[in-house]
C-alpha cells in the first residue's frame, strides 16, 4: 500500500515536469509566436478606431405612477382603507422601451443623430454604415448602449462607445429624452381614456352611491393627468447628467498587449505540439506486415511463424507418395 500511495503521489510530480520539460523544448515556437502576438497587437491598435465612454445614471421617477392603490380593505371597525403598494411600473418599463423600434423611429428624426451614426466605425479601413432603418438603430441601440445596477440600489447607468465623444453624450440624452416622453404619452393616453370612459359612466348611473366612487375615481384622474402634464421625467428621473470619459476607452492597451501576445504563445506551441507528434509518428512507424513475407528479404522460411523452410516443404512434397505406400 505504501509503494501504490507513493506511485500516486510522484505521478502528478512527473506530469507537470513532463509539461515543463515540453514547454522548454517548444521555446523557440513559443518565442516565435510571441514575436507574432506582439505584432498583431500593434497592427490591431494601429488599425481600431478610439472610442470614448459616455454614461449617464438615472432613478424611479414620478411617485404619482410609482405608488398603486389597492383596493379598498375593510377593518374591523367596518371602514374602509386603501393600502399603498409600491411598485416601479414605469421605470421597468423604461428599462426594456429604451431599444424598442419606436425609440429608434423618433432618433433616425433626428439630422444630428443621423450624421452622428455615419461616423461610427470598428477600424480605420472599414466603411461607416450611411443608411439606417427603424429596426437596424434598435438592434444597433440594444447591443451597443448597456444599462447597469449601481449598487445593490435602484439606480442605472446607460454607457455607450462612440469615436465622437460629444455625440456620445448627446446620444444617451436623446434616447432618455425619448424613450420618457413616449412612456409619458402613453400614460395621458390612458388617463384620458379613463376620464371619457368615467364621464360616461356618471352620466348613465342614477344611483348615488355609484356617482359618489365614480366621483372620487374621476379626481383621481384628473390629478394624475394634471402631474403628467408637469414637464419634468416621468419615468426615469436623471441622477448624475450624461458625461463623457477624459480619454478613449477602447482599445484597452494593457488588454490588447497582454492578450493577443498571450493568444500567439500557445498558437506556437500548439504548433510545435503537432510538429513533435508528427516527428515520432514518422520514427517509429511500424513495419508493415507484409514485408514478413517477401521472397527478397533473406528469409528463408517459408512459413515464419512456424520456423519452417522452404527445402523443409519440399522434403515433405518428396516423402509423401512413400508415406502413403508404407500405410
Known amino acids: 500500500m505504501s509503494r501504490t500511495r507513493q506511485a500516486l503521489q510522484e505521478q502528478p510530480e512527473n506530469a507537470i515536469g513532463d509539461v515543463f520539460r515540453e514547454i522548454w523544448a517548444g521555446k523557440f515556437y513559443i518565442a516565435v509566436g510571441l514575436v507574432f502576438g506582439v505584432l498583431a497587437a500593434f497592427a490591431f491598435s494601429a488599425s481600431v478606431v478610439p472610442n470614448a465612454r459616455a454614461e449617464i445614471t438615472f432613478s424611479p421617477a414620478n411617485p404619482l405612477t410609482v405608488q398603486r392603490v389597492t383596493p379598498s380593505i375593510p377593518t374591523l371597525s367596518g371602514q374602509y382603507t386603501s393600502e399603498p403598494k409600491s411598485e416601479n411600473i414605469d421605470f421597468t418599463r423604461f428599462e426594456n422601451s429604451y431599444k424598442g423600434v419606436a425609440v429608434a423611429n423618433l432618433l433616425l428624426k433626428n439630422p444630428e443623430i443621423t450624421e452622428g451614426l455615419k ?4 477600424f480605420t479601413f472599414s466603411e461607416p454604415k450611411q443608411e439606417w ?3 437596424e438603430l434598435a ?3 440594444a447591443g451597443r448602449v448597456r444599462i ?3 449598487g445593490e440600489t435602484s439606480l442605472r447607468s446607460f454607457s455607450y462607445y462612440h469615436p465622437n465623444a ?3 453624450v448627446t446620444f444617451l440624452q436623446r434616447l432618455h429624452a425619448i424613450t420618457d416622453g413616449l412612456l409619458r404619452r402613453d400614460a395621458r393616453v390612458q388617463i384620458d381614456q379613463r376620464i371619457k370612459y368615467l364621464n360616461e359612466a356618471m352620466a348613465e348611473t342614477y344611483n348615488p ?3 359618489r366612487a365614480l366621483a372620487d375615481l374621476l379626481l383621481e384622474q384628473e390629478r394624475m393627468k394634471m402631474m403628467v402634464s408637469i414637464d419634468s421625467n416621468f419615468a426615469a428621473n436623471i441622477v448624475v447628467p450624461a458625461a463623457v470619459q477624459p480619454r478613449a476607452q477602447w482599445p484597452d492597451a494593457a488588454l490588447v498587449y497582454t492578450l493577443i501576445p498571450l493568444i500567439g504563445a500557445v498558437l506556437g506551441f500548439f504548433v510545435f505540439s503537432i510538429a513533435a507528434a508528427f516527428r515520432r509518428q514518422t520514427v517509429y ?3 508493415s506486415a507484409s514485408a514478413w513475407f517477401k521472397s527478397d528479404s533473406g528469409n ?3 512459413r515464419p511463424l512456424t520456423g519452417e523452410t522452404k527445402q523443409d516443404l519440399r522434403l515433405d512434397e518428396d516423402e509423401a507418395p512413400a508415406k502413403r505406400a508404407f500405410k
Open 119 to 122: 461616423q461610427d466605425r470598428a
Open 133 to 135: 432603418s427603424s429596426e
Open 139 to 141: 438592434e444597433y441601440v
Open 148 to 150: 447597469d445596477p449601481v
Open 166 to 168: 460629444e455625440f456620445a
Open 209 to 211: 352611491e355609484h356617482k
Open 285 to 287: 512507424k511500424p513495419q
Open 300 to 302: 528463408n522460411n517459408a
